[in-house]
C-alpha cells in the first residue's frame, strides 16, 4: 500500500520535472525566434532608411542640376534683354535725330511758304482773306443759278412725289370704306294702333301725359299728326327712352302714372345696357381693346346722335378703318390712331351738358379716365384751333375731313346749301381790291380775282391768309375750303 503511494508520488514527480523542462525548451525556442524577428526587422528598417536616404540624396542632387540650368537660362536672357534695350536706345536716338532733321525740314519749308505768300501779295496787291473772299464771291457767282435750280427741281420733286404718294394712301383706304346716310332729325313719331290709346295714353285730365313728359324730359305731341304721336327733344336719348317706354305701355294697356315710372325706369336700364353694347361692338369692330367703360358708354351714345345727317358712331367707326389703314401706311402707332378716332366725337354724346367745343369736352372726358397723352392730344386736335404735334393727330385730323368731305356721307339741305355758298362769297368780295369772287366745287373752295392794280403779288399772298382766318372765324363747315386767290395782269396792244 505505502509502496504504490511512494510509486504514485515519483511519478507524480517525474511528471511535473518533464512538464517544467518542456517548457522552459518551448520559452527558450520562442525567445530564441522572437529575437530572429527583431533582428530581421531592424534589418528591414536599416534597409529602408538607406534606401531613403540615397534616394533624398539623388532627389537633391537632381533639384541643384535643375536650379543651375534655370539660373544658365536667366542669365542668357537677362544678356538678351541687355542687347535688345542696348538697340532701343540706339533706334530712340536715331528718331530723336530723325525728328530734329524732320522739323527743320518743316521749318524751312513754313519760310519758304511764307516768303512765297509775301511775293504773291506784293505781285497781287491782296492779301491771303481777300483773295479768299474773292474766290469764294467769284464761286458763288458762278454757282448761284445752279444751286437755285437744282434747289427749285429737288423742292419740285420732293412735294410732287409727296402729293402723289398722299393721294395713293387717300384714295386707297377711301375705296375700301363706305358708310350709310342718316337722316339727321330731332323728331320721333310712333304710330298709334287706334284714337282710343291715344286717350289712354292722355289720361284723365292730362294726367299720363303729364307723367311721360315729366319722367322723360320729352316733349309728347299728340293733336298735331292723325294717328301717330310726335317725340320731339334736342337729345336723342331722352327721345329714345320715350319710344321705348310708350311702346311698352302700348304693348301692355295699363297707363297710369305708376306704371309710367315704372317703365320709364326699365327703359332707361335697356337703353343704358344697349348704349353699353353698342360701344363694346364698335370698338369690337374696329379692333382696339382696353378703352375704359366710361369712354364705351360715351360711344355707344353715339349711336343715337346725328351731324349733318352722318349718324355719328358710323362716322367714327369709318374713320377708325380710314386711320388704321393709312397710319399703318406713313409709319405711325395703328393702335392709338384707332383709338383717337374712335373716340374724336365723344364730346358730342355730353355738348348739350357741359359747355366747350366737343373736340376739347371729348379730350378732357380722355384725360379724366385716363387715356394715354397721345389719345388725349389726338382728340382735342382733330379740329384747326389746336396744332397736331403727332402724326396720330394729323391722320385723324385727315380722316375726319375725308369722312365728312366723302360724297353722300353728308347730307345738306338746299337751302343750307345755298346759304352757305353766299356766306363764302360774301365774305370773299368783303375785302379790298377784289373784283369777283366765286364759290365752286360744292364749297369746297373760293376763287377769289384781284385787280392787279391795286393787290401786289405779296399783298395777294396776304389776302388769301386773311380770308381763310375769315371764313374760319365766322362760319361752320365740315372739312377744308380752299382759298385760291388770282391776281393776272394783261397787256394789250393794237397793231394799225
Known sequence: MIEGIIAAVIGVAFGVGGTVTYEKRRAAVAKRSADQEVLKAQTRASDIVLKAKDEAIALENERRKEWKRTENRLADREVHLDKKIDEIDKRTEKLRIQEDEVESLKSEIREVRTRQQEKLEKIAKLSKSDAADKLMQMTERDIKNDLTNLVAKLQQDAADEAEERAQMIIVTAMERMSSEVTAERTVTAIKLTDDEMKGRIIGKEGRNIQALQRATGVDILVDDTPGMIVLSSFDPIRRQVARLSLEQLMKDGRIHPGRIEEVVAKSEKQLEKEVIRAGEDAAREVGV??????????????KYRTSYGQNV?????????LSGLIAEEIGADVRTTKIATLLHDVGKAVSHKMEGKHHHVGAELARKYG????????????HDDIEATTPEALVVRVCDALSAARPGARNISAENFVERMRDLENIAVSFDGIDKAYAISA??????????????????IKLARDIATKIESTMQYPG?????????TRAIEFAK
Do not use: W, Y
Open 289 to 302: 381693346t382696353g378703352i375704359p367703360r366710361e369712354m364705351l358708354q360715351l360711344l355707344g351714345e353715339l
Open 313 to 321: 358712331l358710323l362716322h367714327s367707326t369709318e374713320m377708325a378703318h
Open 371 to 382: 387715356m394715354k397723352e397721345d389719345v388725349v392730344h389726338a382728340i382735342e386736335a382733330h
Open 443 to 460: 364749297g369746297r373752295e373760293v376763287r377769289v380775282i384781284v385787280s392787279p392794280k391795286h393787290v401786289d403779288d405779296l399783298s395777294a
Open 480 to 488: 377744308t375750303i380752299k382759298v385760291n386767290v388770282i391776281r393776272e
